[in-house]
């Protein structure tokens, strides 16, 4: 099995405080691919900066819309509870159409548990390593999406047939298109490109999820949530 630079939740509340994640010792560099150290404590820095950012207690979520609020608060009390894992892998992950995603929701072999994880190559890549508004929007958003998954139990994730995850992945986005990405966009909040996109296609589409088009549009992302 790959390696990966798994964030505790200990260390993860750490972050909320300030604390700076270090890589794994246990993970050498010729092992993070496409990433080498430096680049690792960058993204982990920078996802510090985001869950302070996004962390719906704190004063600096003035921005999360009432819904959003809501799906990032269940998340985070998970997380602190120790229900759910939260994991940095500087391993990308692809979609069944070859692009790299943010984050996905997962059974984590490693620990036993279910959890959310983000992939520090798209982090990087979508961020240049700043902190931005439209990254925190960005980032609240796709917690917000993945708690919706996490809704669902491990033999979803485990053993769900193709199916079931692609019934999932439609209820999702319908949700977080609607409940979250839109609202945003009326607001006036910055909002990276992929999220318009996917409230244009679904847009166009009247709103429904029968769609054609918006079916082709979750078709690509359906097996992202399997067991990896």
Not at 57 to 67: D, M
Not at 96 to 114: D, F, H, I, R, T
Not at 207 to 226: L, V, W, Y
Request: with cysteine; hydrophobic share 45%.
């Amino acid at each position: 099995m790959q390696k990966v630079f798994l964030v505790t939740l200990a260390l993860v509340f750490a972050l909320l405080v300030g604390d700076v994640i270090q890589p794994n010792p246990t993970v050498r560099a010729k092992e993070l691919v496409r990433l080498d150290e430096i680049q690792v404590h960058e993204a982990s820095q920078l996802m510090r900066h985001l869950l302070v950012a996004v962390d719906p207690n704190a004063p600096t979520s003035h921005f999360i819309p009432p819904f959003v609020r809501q799906k990032l608060t269940g998340l985070f009390s998970r997380f602190k509870s120790e229900e759910l894992v939260l994991n940095l892998s500087p391993i990308p992950c692809r979609d069944k159409g070859g692009e790299n995603v943010l984050m996905k929701s997962a059974w984590l072999p490693e620990w036993k548990k279910l959890g959310v994880e983000v992939y520090a190559p798209k982090l990087l890549e979508i961020s240049g390593g700043r902190f931005t508004a439209k990254l925190r929007n960005t980032f609240a958003i796709g917690l917000a999406h993945e708690s919706i998954h996490l809704e669902n139990t491990r033999e979803h994730f485990v053993s769900g047939s193709a199916q079931d995850r692609y019934q999932d992945e439609v209820r999702a986005w319908l949700v977080t298109i609607l409940r979250m990405v839109r609202p945003m966009r009326e607001a006036g909040q910055e909002l990276d490109i992929f999220w318009l996109a996917a409230d244009d296609v679904l847009g166009n589409c009247g709103d429904s999820p029968a769609c054609p088009e918006f079916q082709g549009f979750i078709a690509p992302r359906a097996n992202t949530h399997a067991q990896r």
